[in-house]
């Protein structure tokens, strides 16, 4: 059975950091890429981070471009993001998914993943 388990939201103060973990099943991480978004209460789902399948190729948002990594334990099929430097705005649930094709590239477009998890809240609060 296909999933897509997230963990390692909470709460933390602006300047911290967390880092998430996305655990799948059903499929391995050296296959498909996999992407992280959010989405904050009255705002549109945006991309956060990807991972490619091969050779680790990663592409970030602007916005969390030098604070943001996200890496992949293929051994582990857990996909991760490390958030550092938090920001009250980076608050949101966050969501990892699988592309739907066997991209060489992965690509922040939330229309290439068609497999989500059920997301874990952050928040950034003093």
């Known amino acids: 059975q296909l999933q897509l388990v997230e963990s390692g939201g909470g709460l933390v103060q602006p300047g911290g950091s967390l880092r998430l973990s996305c655990a799948v099943s059903?499929?391995?991480?050296?296959?498909?890429?996999i992407g992280w978004f959010r989405q904050a209460p009255e705002k549109e789902r945006e991309g956060v981070s990807c991972?490619?399948?091969?050779?680790?190729?990663?592409d970030y948002a602007d916005s969390v471009k030098g604070r943001f990594t996200t890496s992949r334990d293929d051994a582990k099929n857990t996909v991760y993001l490390q958030m550092n430097s938090l920001k009250p705005e980076d608050t949101a649930v966050y969501y990892c998914?699988?592309?739907?094709?066997?991209?060489?590239?992965?690509?922040?477009?939330?229309?290439?993943?068609?497999?989500w998890g059920q997301g874990t809240q952050v928040t950034v609060s003093s």
């Open positions: 998914a699988r592309e739907k094709l066997l991209y060489t590239r992965c690509m922040l477009a939330a229309t290439r993943y068609d497999d």
């Open positions: 059903g499929f391995t991480t050296n296959t498909y890429g």
């Open positions: 991972i490619s399948s091969r050779g680790s190729q990663t």
